[in-house]
């Protein structure tokens, strides 16, 4: 089911009372969307767009976290993108020692 047009209105009440702490984590770790789901789908409580709607809210109300978030991940990526890009020149650096 897609999100109704009008879902702020309808969500604000209920992410007050408890849908932050459930934004929070999904925004921190996605994976923790399909962990929430498996505990609620059953019940009938929400549908499943409500815990991305509450992802949403979260991120929108606390843009320095998200955005301290975004620039982590970046930071990580790239080392991480740097140092296999040095481990291959090394690599390569070693195989052709080898073949002289």
């Not at 929400?46 to 991305?52: D, S, V």
């Not at 929108?60 to 991480?80: A, L, P």
Request: aromatic letters at 12%.
């Amino acid at each position: 089911m897609k999100r109704p047009k009008n879902w702020r209105e309808t969500l604000a009440p209920i992410y007050q009372e408890e849908g932050r702490a459930i934004g929070r984590m999904i925004m921190h770790d996605r994976s923790q969307e399909e962990y929430l789901w498996s505990l609620l789908g059953g019940t009938g409580v929400w549908p499943r767009w409500y815990l991305y709607a509450f992802a949403t809210l979260y991120r929108e109300e606390n843009m320095t976290e998200y955005n301290t978030q975004k620039s982590r991940k970046r930071r990580k990526r790239g080392k991480k993108e740097r140092m296999l890009a040095q481990c291959e020149e090394t690599m390569a650096e070693a195989s052709s020692k080898i073949r002289v």
